[in-house]
């Protein structure tokens, strides 16, 4: 047996981080323009949104390796304009967990909108807000708790991710290998000792986090996940 | 929780620099390899300045990764097919060359057994590494074939991405029998488990290493450690594995 790293929870600690401030700024717009559009194109874009519910990781692992390669063209763009490899890298890891984790940000703050009155949505027309301002100060703010709700579930579910990490991630140590990769590696490496203790703070991590997250909804009248 | 969440980031992102102060290796090594070279590893951080990353997985999939553009600086393979294709491909930055041999063997959770055919009849499951990815799966197909076993064991075959996740099955004794590396029964874990029988008739397999284009590390660090690894200390680690030198 080799000694502990903790190195790899401190990068899926960033990742996560990361992946969720990153989906925070990018949802409010996108959950905008899905909220106003009209119910069948409305449809698609949720279907597109929650693919990476069902979709194998190892599709999305597939997909992101072509698009992330040098020759592929997202790949071939960052080597020109920012001199940055995206494939085994963790810019790549990033791109990889912003689209894996993408429904769990946006998909309860959804369900939450559509719960609420129209009269809310009415009554911030008629005293002459806009589209956005409606959803910035009055539609967002009462669904507070599942924004909460949907920046925790990202954080614990970029954590565990694991498929398109494996495919597009390398295991590089301090680069890629976080921790559900370094378990994996612990395993096949027969330190068992190592992995033991990888897995049980993984372990304790999401049960703290889901006992959290029904903590807090059993204060709440409506259910969130 | 955005502001914390910032902080992390402003974090996250001014401390990489603070390790990489150091030089630093970044080895690809084929799965059978990587008990001696961590041991190598070991020995060359204790006596230099700079320090290996070891990213171990089949040779099949590591040359994948360096065609994908994988950041490794060497890539050392458990064949010669992947490092030529890898040299084909303008990925290194010259020929490769054999650096130890390794060979094939069988292991058994029975303590005595005649003859490896008579336990391949007998065994319910046996673990192989993937022969598309990893040379030592490719050299026990070619084994079995040759013997013409292939087509009687075939249905009691289960595949490990590569050696290490055979002998994680033979650890486990998720398996009754199992084509690893030489190196395997040296590993704590498993040697003290069932019986370990070299193939018979299965050339010894030459290992080769490749120096890639993509390194990023100095040359004065890649020499050091090439250096390293034809000295007796190195040498005597891959001995001890059960490796021969060329």
């Known amino acids: 047996m080799t000694d502990i790293e903790w190195s790899p929870f401190w990068l899926s600690f960033k990742l996560a981080s990361i992946t969720t401030v990153s989906l925070f700024l990018i949802s409010t717009p996108l959950i905008y323009s899905i909220y106003f559009h009209s119910k069948s194109i409305r449809t698609v874009l949720k279907a597109i949104i929650s693919l990476p519910l069902v979709l194998p990781p190892t599709v999305l692992g597939y997909y992101l390796l072509l698009l992330l390669r040098p020759e592929g063209w997202v790949g071939q763009l960052s080597q020109q304009w920012f001199d940055t490899r995206l494939v085994f890298s963790f810019s790549g890891l990033v791109i990889g967990s912003i689209i894996f984790s993408l429904p769990f940000m946006v998909n309860p703050i959804l369900s939450a909108l559509e719960n609420l009155p129209d009269n809310y949505r009415e009554a911030a027309y008629t005293l002459g807000k806009s589209r956005w301002n409606t959803l910035i100060y009055v539609l967002l703010p009462n669904v507070k708790s599942s924004l909460w709700v949907g920046g925790v579930m990202t954080f614990a579910h970029t954590i565990g991710e694991f498929g398109v990490i494996l495919m597009i991630g390398g295991s590089i140590p301090d680069e890629t290998r976080v921790a559900s990769i370094a378990i994996y590696n612990e395993v096949e490496m027969l330190h068992y000792a190592n992995a033991n203790i990888y897995a049980a703070i993984l372990l304790l991590f999401s049960f703290i986090v889901l006992i959290l997250v029904y903590l807090y909804q059993n204060q709440r009248p409506q259910g969130v996940i | ?246």
Not at chain 2, 33 to 46: D, G, H, M, Q, T
Not at chain 2, 155 to 177: M, P
Request: aromatic letters at 10%; hydrophobic letters at 40%; zero cysteines.
């Open chain 2, 1 to 246: 929780m955005i502001r914390f969440a910032l902080l992390f980031l402003l974090g996250g992102f001014s401390t990489p620099s603070a390790f990489s102060q150091e030089e630093n290796l970044k080895i690809a090594v084929a799965s059978n390899l990587s008990a001696p070279v961590e041991r190598i590893k070991a020995l060359y951080e204790e006596d230099f300045e700079s320090t290996l990353t070891l990213i171990v997985a089949s040779s099949g999939k590591l040359t994948a990764q360096i065609t994908n553009g994988a950041p490794y600086d060497l890539f050392m393979s458990a064949d010669m097919k992947y490092p030529e294709k890898v040299y084909e491909a303008g990925l290194a930055q010259q020929k490769p060359t054999i650096f130890v041999l390794g060979t094939l063997h069988f292991w058994t959770i029975r303590s005595e057994i005649n003859s490896i055919d008579q336990q391949l009849r007998k065994a319910r499951t046996i673990a192989i590494a993937q022969p598309n990815l990893a040379p030592y799966g490719a050299e026990t197909r070619r084994w079995l074939q040759k013997q013409e076993l292939w087509e009687e064991v075939k249905d009691k075959l289960v595949y490990g991405e590569n050696i290490s996740q055979v002998n994680q099955y033979i650890a486990t004794k998720t398996v009754v029998a199992g084509f690893t590396s030489n190196s395997a029964q040296r590993i704590e874990a498993i040697s003290q488990k069932g019986s370990w029988h070299e193939v018979p008739e299965a050339p010894p397999l030459p290992h080769g290493m490749v120096l890639l284009r993509n390194a990023e590390a100095s040359q004065f660090a890649i020499d050091q450690f090439l250096e390293f690894m034809i000295s007796p200390v190195a040498q005597k680690v891959f001995q001890d594995f059960g490796y021969q030198l060329p």
